[in-house]
């Protein structure tokens, strides 16, 4: 099984094979990561989606019904990190900042868009995008809702509320680019394209899909950067601790397929262990490169 370093993650700190190297990695700034925002830019509309209609109609119902929860926690999740995205725009600290946080809103905007072209073109979903929405909420377990509809939501309130107040700034980048970009997505994205790729399936959404994470991973590498900058406070990086103490219980139960036992369960044929690995390991390392270590993290708890 490949690992988070075979992973192609410009920005991010997936190439690195050295682990004590992590706390003192240069990471790209803002600025940089905007200018790598130009060169990446993509579009979502000119995939072919064809060959993908006739694999959806030729599968076998069993496994059209695992990869709808996966599929729609993304498509949902794409829509969610998109409109509760603006307190964070509106609590840039520089020009660079405000160009890059811009751009992740209109990325995050672009995936949502991705989602409901193939819902509608390849599972066949009529009427409109918030029709589509509706039918894949759906599928979704209650530790997805309490996240995204619940704690996602009230932390972007607070930073609307008082875009100056940086401890909700520090709390809604911790929730969003550590938790919910660099350990679900982007294990979400792995077991996925993995999967579809070994089987030969859905060649349209693997290629939309991989130029989703190569955006996810800029924006993980924003998260990266800004945490290890408040990190330099003592307060604030107890604060980061704290919200991933209380955030990590959560995010494994984001995991866990509808219906299936919390202690013992698979996705698609990767095994909890294999999926919880990949996810901790990932949010371990980013958190090596911030200055927090992640097993303190759970003597505390
Ligand atoms: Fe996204
Ligand atoms: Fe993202």
Redesign the pocket.
């Known amino acids: 099984m490949p690992s988070l370093l075979d992973l192609t993650s410009q920005g991010d700190v997936g190439t690195i094979t050295d682990e004590s190297k992590l706390s003192t990695v240069t990471l790209m700034d803002p600025q940089q990561l905007y200018e790598l925002w130009e060169r990446q830019n993509w579009s979502s509309h000119t995939i072919d989606l064809e060959q993908d209609r006739r694999d959806w109609l030729a599968m076998d119902e069993e496994l059209r019904e695992q990869l709808s929860w996966n599929l729609s926690s993304f498509f949902i999740g794409?829509e969610r990190?998109t409109t509760q995205f603006s307190g964070l725009v509106m609590a840039y600290e520089s020009q660079s900042e405000e160009a890059f946080l811009a751009t992740q809103q209109v990325?995050?905007a672009r995936?949502a868009q991705h989602f409901n072209r193939f819902y509608e073109q390849v599972l066949g979903i009529d009427g409109s995008f918030e029709d589509r929405l509706a039918k894949a909420r759906e599928d979704l377990n209650p530790a997805f809702i309490e996240m995204f509809d619940g704690v996602l939501v009230d932390w972007g309130k607070r930073l609307i509320a008082d875009p100056a107040d940086i401890e909700a700034k520090v709390d809604f980048v911790t929730l969003y680019h550590m938790i919910i970009e660099g350990t679900l997505?982007l294990t979400g994205q792995w077991v996925l394209t993995d999967y579809m790729e070994r089987n030969s399936i859905l060649p349209g959404w693997v290629e939309g899909f991989k130029l989703?994470s190569q955006?996810?991973h800029r924006h993980v590498a924003y998260g990266t950067w800004f945490l290890r900058e408040k990190a330099k406070d003592p307060a604030l990086k107890q604060r980061i601790a704290s919200r991933l103490t209380e955030l990590i219980p959560l995010a494994a139960g984001v995991l866990v397929p509808v219906g299936a036992d919390p202690d013992d369960y698979a996705i698609l044929d990767y095994t909890m262990e294999e999926t919880n690995t990949f996810a901790f390991n990932a949010l371990r390392r980013r958190l090596k490169v911030v200055g927090i270590d992640m097993a303190s993290l759970a003597a505390a708890a």
Request: charged share 55%; glycine share 0%.
């Open positions: 794409e990190v990325d995050e995936h997505a989703i955006d996810e």
